[in-house]
């Protein structure tokens, strides 16, 4: 995805056209409320909390951003971290998930200083293999890296 850029009605047009093909794409009926909150996890680049989506979208409600969300992680368009122990952070998914299963089981990395929860995409569960028995039903496989972001080594 480039840079987007918000400046223009051309680029807005282009941005909401996305949006809705995105959301047609995983069976998500587009909204206004679904287009606003979507537009605010690409534009924003970093995974947010539902209350940081709140003050961004404010005064929408919360209620409604929260059943938006979960909407999106049912449909494969995100899926929710609860990496740092304070609360869910919600992340785009790479692509390729949709309503039947999530394909994006990717370690988060936890900056320790600066706090910002990521995606490593780069990184596949390879290593891991799921369990060969029925008696676990398995909904999600969650690994939690925690050290220094890129952007903060570069500060140091
Ligand atoms: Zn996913
Ligand atoms: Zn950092
Ligand atoms: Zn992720």
Do not use: W
């Not at 047609?24 to 940081?52: A, F, G, Y």
């Amino acid at each position: 995805m480039g840079h987007v850029i918000n400046n223009s009605q051309s680029n807005n047009y282009s941005m909401n056209s996305n949006i809705i093909k995105l959301l047609e794409h995983n069976d998500v009926k587009p909204t206004p409320m679904r287009m606003l909150v979507l537009e605010q996890m690409i534009t924003q680049h970093r995974n947010l909390s539902l209350t940081e989506i709140e003050n961004l979208l404010y005064p929408a409600d919360r209620v409604t951003i929260y059943r938006t969300l979960q909407t999106f992680v049912k449909n494969g368009i995100a899926h929710s971290i609860d990496a740092a122990g304070s609360g869910s952070v919600y992340a785009l998914c790479p692509g390729g998930c949709s309503h039947e299963a999530h394909k994006d089981e990717h370690p988060h990395f936890v900056c320790e200083n600066c706090k910002k929860i990521s995606c490593c995409t780069d990184f596949v569960f390879s290593f891991l293999q799921k369990p060969n028995t029925p008696k676990y039903v398995i909904y999600k496989i969650e690994m939690t890296i925690k050290g220094i972001c890129p952007e903060c080594t570069a500060k140091q």
